[in-house]
């Protein structure tokens, strides 16, 4: 029984242990000194290089953020690390319009080719005229 | 004496008639559901043509509008007809309910590709937009045809 409940106890520990480290390492904050720091002008070069158009270029949470559009076109926000100008975060900024967007085109009928033009020709009577279909639940 | 023009005109009035009458053919369509233990089903009733596209609707069941995203296919392919829904609602169908719709029907649809089909939807349940299409053919009246997941049959009647 006692042995029982040192494993119980092993294994919280080591479950707590793990939760408590978990945060640390979700974090996207950079923690490199001043001194290491490269040159914003080292940041516009980079961005060159990949083809990007910057928009903006700031620090935050103790890195790089770079707001622009990509070689593609699509708009973005970058997180780098200042000191190795490695990518840390990217997110595309208008990926949730888009995906809006893209949600209004379904719902709206006149984008979907197969309803454009051939609806209900109302020219062509489904029903006898001055009848309308009856429904009845049992 | 005065008889027969009477006569005549009914005569006549009958000829005249008789090819409207030709036209039409009233289809008696009846859905049976199953009992899937769930909320009464939203159900769309609705024609499309040999080329699959929307024809008409029928019947539709369940009465709350937001839900009809949940019948697919049909609130898809009906989405261009400002009438769908004119005097062609009703309550939603319960688990193991049977419903019965009526339609006086265009001759010409009959045995010209048109196919009958079913969009089905319950509350908390997965949708089953298309559930069931069984062609509009004199063939097929009065055999009874089995839904993908919220229909235990469907038969329809040509009279």
Redesign the interface.
């Known amino acids: 029984m006692k042995h029982h409940h040192k494993i119980l106890g092993s294994s919280l520990l080591a479950l707590s242990a793990a939760l408590a480290a978990a945060p640390a390492l979700a974090s996207d904050d950079c923690e490199v000194p001043v001194a290491r720091w490269q040159s914003r002008e080292a940041v516009r070069q980079m961005a060159v290089q990949k083809g990007w158009e910057v928009q903006r270029l700031k620090i935050d949470d103790g890195c790089y953020e770079v707001r622009g559009t990509d070689a593609e076109g699509r708009g973005f926000k970058a997180k780098i690390d200042p000191e190795t100008l490695e990518v840390i975060k990217l997110k595309q900024r208008d990926r949730k319009a888009d995906q809006r967007g893209d949600r209004k085109r379904e719902r709206d ?1 006149m984008h ?1 080719p ?3 033009g ?3 020709s ?1 020219d062509k ?4 005229p001055g ?8 | 004496m005065n008889q027969k023009p009477v006569l005549t005109a009914l005569i006549a009035a009958a000829v005249l008639a008789s090819p409207a009458l030709a ?2 053919r009233e289809v008696n369509i009846t859905t049976q559901l199953k009992n899937y233990g769930g909320d009464g089903a939203y159900l769309a009733v609705y ?1 499309t043509d040999a ?1 699959g ?4 609707t ?2 539709v ?1 369940g009465g709350k509008a937001k839900y009809y995203k949940h019948l697919a296919d049909w609130n ?6 400002a ?2 829904l ?3 609602t ?2 939603s ?2 688990a193991g ?10 001759d010409a ?1 009959i045995d010209a590709g048109y196919e009958i089909r079913v969009d089905a939807a319950v509350e908390d349940m997965r949708d089953s937009p298309s559930e069931l299409r069984v062609p509009l053919t004199t063939d097929n009246a009065g055999k009874s045809q089995a839904g993908k997941a919220y229909i235990q049959s469907l038969t329809y009647q040509l009279k």
């Open positions: 009928p979907d197969r309803v454009r051939d609806t209900a109302p009577p489904l029903f006898t009848t309308t279909p009856r429904g009845q639940i049992e | 036209q039409s024609l080329q596209a929307y024809a008409g029928l019947w069941a898809r392919l009906s989405a261009g007809d009438k769908r004119a005097g062609v009703g309550a169908v319960g309910r049977k419903l019965t719709v009526t339609a006086d029907l265009a649809l």
